[in-house]
């Protein structure tokens, strides 16, 4: 529970039992009401043993506690594992998942009043360019990136069909991989793993993309996560490389405009030993999974942001572990 100073406490009764046995949890995505929140897992073994089993748990969100019950007809269990990531569409009617032979999607549609999906006939005029996928807040685009490239698909609003922008795939000179919607919708970024840059385009009225001047900006190699601040002012990117000592974890803040092709290294916004990085609804917070000293594991720790500058503030760390993966934190309204 996100506390009024901004302070972060354990939801009572957490955590919530998925109904999947010990599975992997590799992503967690809510729509933009905060009403649902959707879980992706893959399998889990342990001594060569089946301990959890692939597929996606949906939850309400009780709005007064913040405590999580299961939506009907969850968990939804896949048959083999499908780690292509998901994502809810601004409107809150459908959830995505490049399907498992990435020929297609998956199309969910998500009951309005109790949160439950139900997989559809709803399909894509051209298959997933790879495993990322982001949608934009009002509903009507799909991105998705992977291999190089970036798609853009319009989204209908009665099926949730999706059709391929004419002009899309685009390059994204480089590997193309997590990708961030500006609140606005007018700005995407695609991280490229490899090369270490994040390439930046606009996104037109029809979502069409227009590399913006600039791009590609050098950013650390080995982005797993971009969390834009609402006003679109700064991006804040946790990377993960191995170098000669080990890992290199760390989340670096940026200053952007794009619109002047402006790309800049914030001071004052770097936490190390750190591996994920979501920025609230306000934009006045950064919630990142830092290495605890204490325990070596994964906890939760909340810094504020500073407005003008872009510059991180420590102000408070739950004493509760989290999970390690970058994709595994989400704020609800």
């Given at each position: 529970m996100?506390?009024?100073?901004?302070?972060?406490?354990?939801?009572p009764?957490s955590p919530?039992?998925e109904?999947l046995?010990q599975p992997?949890?590799?992503?967690v995505t809510?729509?933009a009401?905060?009403?649902?929140?959707?879980v992706l897992?893959?399998?889990?073994?342990?001594g060569?043993?089946l301990?959890?089993?692939?597929?996606?748990c949906?939850?309400?969100?009780?709005?007064a506690t913040?405590?999580?019950?299961?939506?009907?007809?969850?968990?939804?269990?896949f048959?083999v594992?499908?780690?292509?990531?998901?994502?809810?569409?601004?409107?809150g009617?459908?959830?995505?998942?490049?399907?498992l032979?990435n020929?297609?999607f998956d199309?969910y549609?998500?009951d309005?009043?109790t949160g439950?999906?139900?997989?559809t006939?709803?399909?894509?005029?051209?298959?997933?360019?790879?495993?990322?996928v982001?949608?934009?807040?009002?509903?009507r685009l799909?991105?998705?990136?992977?291999?190089?490239?970036?798609e853009?698909f319009?989204?209908?609003a009665?099926?949730?069909?999706?059709r391929a922008?004419p002009?899309?795939?685009?390059?994204?000179a480089?590997s193309a991989g997590p990708?961030?919607?500006?609140?606005?919708?007018?700005?995407?970024?695609v991280?490229n793993?490899k090369e270490?840059t994040?390439?930046?385009?606009?996104?037109?009225?029809?979502?069409?993309?227009?590399?913006?001047?600039g791009s590609?900006?050098a950013?650390?190699?080995g982005?797993?996560?971009?969390?834009?601040?609402?006003?679109?002012k700064f991006?804040?990117?946790a990377?993960?490389?191995l170098?000669s000592?080990?890992?290199?974890?760390?989340?670096k803040?940026?200053?952007?405009?794009?619109?002047a092709?402006?790309?800049?290294?914030?001071?004052?916004a770097?936490?190390?030993?750190a591996n994920?990085v979501?920025?609230d609804?306000s934009?006045?917070r950064?919630?990142?999974s830092v290495t605890?000293?204490?325990?070596g594991?994964?906890?939760?720790?909340v810094y504020?942001?500073?407005?003008?500058?872009?510059?991180?503030?420590?102000i408070?760390q739950?004493?509760a572990?989290?999970?390690?993966?970058?994709f595994?934190?989400?704020?609800t309204?």
């Amino acid at each position: 529970m996100i506390n009024k100073d901004g302070t972060i406490s354990r939801v009572p009764g957490s955590p919530f039992d998925e109904g999947l046995g010990q599975p992997s949890i590799i992503q967690v995505t809510a729509e933009a009401k905060g009403r649902f929140v959707y879980v992706l897992n893959v399998e889990a073994t342990a001594g060569g043993e089946l301990i959890g089993h692939p597929g996606i748990c949906g939850f309400a969100v009780d709005p007064a506690t913040g405590a999580l019950s299961r939506v009907p007809g969850s968990p939804i269990v896949f048959p083999v594992r499908n780690d292509n990531n998901i994502a809810v569409d601004g409107s809150g009617h459908f959830l995505f998942e490049p399907n498992l032979s990435n020929t297609g999607f998956d199309v969910y549609s998500i009951d309005q009043k109790t949160g439950g999906l139900t997989k559809t006939s709803a399909n894509s005029n051209a298959p997933p360019v790879g495993s990322f996928v982001n949608a934009a807040a009002d509903g009507r685009l799909l991105f998705n990136a992977g291999k190089g490239m970036v798609e853009v698909f319009s989204i209908a609003a009665e099926t949730g069909e999706l059709r391929a922008v004419p002009g899309t795939p685009t390059s994204t000179a480089g590997s193309a991989g997590p990708i961030a919607v500006t609140a606005d919708g007018k700005f995407l970024y695609v991280a490229n793993q490899k090369e270490g840059t994040v390439m930046v385009f606009a996104i037109a009225a029809n979502g069409a993309l227009t590399p913006m001047n600039g791009s590609p900006f050098a950013i650390d190699q080995g982005a797993q996560n971009l969390a834009p601040t609402p006003d679109g002012k700064f991006l804040y990117v946790a990377a993960f490389t191995l170098t000669s000592t080990g890992a290199n974890v760390t989340v670096k803040g940026y200053s952007v405009n794009p619109s002047a092709g402006a790309f800049t290294r914030v001071a004052g916004a770097q936490v190390n030993n750190a591996n994920s990085v979501t920025v609230d609804l306000s934009g006045q917070r950064a919630y990142i999974s830092v290495t605890s000293g204490v325990t070596g594991g994964l906890q939760l720790a909340v810094y504020s942001i500073n407005p003008a500058l872009g510059a991180l503030t420590k102000i408070g760390q739950i004493d509760a572990p989290v999970s390690d993966n970058p994709f595994n934190v989400v704020t609800t309204p």
